[in-house]
């Protein structure tokens, strides 16, 4: 698979394929020309006198301060390994790679100025696998300047980066791979480490798993109606559509798909006239965590398919002008707000499951510790910064950090939605309901469970059998 960056809308999807399935990328014709037009225009203006941030005045707390023209390539260089001062374990290939496809969709749109032999360079990094460790700490949301910078230190021949599953230092990964170290030019350096490539490039694969978990969980649900024998009134596509709140009447109509065939259809077969909130409230719930991933998704292909540079390079105008486009508080906050989001459903679902309980069943507590770790990382993460850069950076919505712990409530939230799928399951087998008899997708979920776990007829430990259906979730099997 090729992945062409230049003219056609970037998706989620497509750096997700980059990213995980290796595929590979590729410029369209259209891509050269418009650098190079870019790049003309800073030539031109960085020997003026007018200061142009990070062409010839310094950056951050230097801003200013000219750059002398015999300085300027090891202005770059210095640019570069004075803010790789990120920390902690390194973000795996897939990560790593899809910051890079972040870095590059970006950079192809032509606002950066930025000489083309870098594009070129970074696309070579991609497709020959040759992936930079960075490390997961550092950054503040006001572009990723520690982990891209650790990203661009191999193009320049230093720091490190995994060949073939083997770390190599930077200068030897290149020659395996049969590149060479890049020669900066003006711009280059401000161009490679001030954006939000790791912040964006995370939350696509954050996002893509948050969508295909928030999928299996409605599938599990339909099981959960099934062995509950559910009132289906409240996913009647008349009922959400009276008051059409964001996303209820998709979640309700996936629902309705998901148990097309069953036996809930019929008149008289609901156990009761009105079930717990649990149970008919999932539309609402589920449909507004499925509006708040859909919003940041939108926030990820904005970033992906535009320049946020500073400073932007206005080809018509020949004009190099200063910008805060770098700064994505949109983006945090609503990844926050999918936290939020994904608490709420979380809370749903434990109500669902000790609903089939025993009181005195144990699995309860596992329930109620899987939902204190998701509740933990609910709280908000954009709201902490401190200033820096002698409080010029004054603000800072500290997007990464949002992104890791949505990305932590994702992995918690498949263990409760395996305990849903474990319990559910039972209550169907309770119920005396044969396989053919249940919703079609409540059916595949079913039998992906007894796949793997037999039925619960005597005490013994569940914490495999959890683990067992968590895997599966985790491949995506249980999507119907």
Known sequence: MTVTLGTAHVALDDLVAVARDCAVVALAPEVAPRLAAARAVVDELASTSTPIYGVNSGLG???????????????????????????????????????????????????TGVSPRVVDALVALLNARVHPRVPRYGSIGVADL????????????EGEAEVGGEVLAGAVALERAGLKPLRLGAKDALALVSANSATVGRAALVLHDAFAMLDQWNAAVALSYEGFRANLSPIDARAVRARPAPGQVEIADRLRVLLAGSRLFKADSARRVQDPLSLRCVPQVHGALWWMLAEARSQVELELNHAGESPLVLVSDREIISTSNFHVPALALALDAAAIAFAQ??????????????????????????????????????????????????????????VEKLGEIVERARYLVAIECLIAAQAVDLRGLRPDELGAGARHVYQHVRAEVSMLDHDRPLGADIERLERRLRSGELAA
């Open 61 to 111: 707390a230097n801003v200013g301060e000219p750059i002398d023209a015999s300085t300027l390539e090891n202005f770059q260089l210095s640019a570069i390994r004075a803010r790789a001062v990120g920390v902690g374990p390194p973000y795996d290939a897939a990560s790593v790679r899809a910051m890079l496809f972040a870095r590059v969709a970006s950079l192809t749109v032509g606002g």
């Open 146 to 157: 520690p982990q891209l910078s650790h990203l661009a230190l191999p193009l320049i021949g």
């Open 345 to 402: 459903s979380a809370a749903l679902a434990a109500e669902r499951c000790i609903k089939f309980v025993s009181p005195a069943m144990t699995v309860q507590k596992t329930l109620t510790a899987l939902c204190n770790e998701i509740r933990l990382r609910a709280n908000p993460g954009s709201l902490d910064f401190l200033p820096v850069s002698e409080r010029i950076e004054d603000h800072a919505p500290m997007t990464l950090g949002v």
